[in-house]
């Protein structure tokens, strides 16, 4: 939990399979998870369950893992806004968050890398 502030909360997560945290501040929540220690499916898993928190709202996620994960910025459609930054040790902090007025739609339901 190196990369999550030790104020947030643990929340459960319908259809997660490592543990979620959250923060809010003045009206809008930050959700975290790590999955920089699992191996495929779990980055992917949980991160389109982290999108559906804040799917519609102004609220952000936060993932840390040990690479950017590509197959799941492939599946992701114009609502899903991201930003990448390197973190010490190798790993890697993405932040998602929606546009509301985006043309296409994210399809959550795909958790698989493959096509």
Excluded: R
């Amino acid at each position: 939990m190196l990369h999550i502030p030790s104020e947030a909360q643990k929340i459960v997560v319908d259809g997660a399979t490592v543990d979620f945290y959250k923060l809010a501040k003045e009206g809008q929540s930050t959700y975290y998870f790590d999955t920089s220690k699992e191996g495929p499916p779990h980055p992917m898993v949980n991160a389109m369950s982290g999108l559906g928190l804040i799917k519609g709202t102004n609220d952000t996620l936060v993932m840390i893992n040990h690479k950017a994960p590509g197959g799941l910025f492939a599946k992701l459609g114009d609502d899903v806004k991201y930003a990448i930054e390197d973190l010490d040790g190798g790993l890697v902090k993405v932040v998602f968050s929606y546009d509301k007025d985006a043309i296409s739609e994210s399809d959550l339901t795909q958790t698989s890398c493959g096509a």
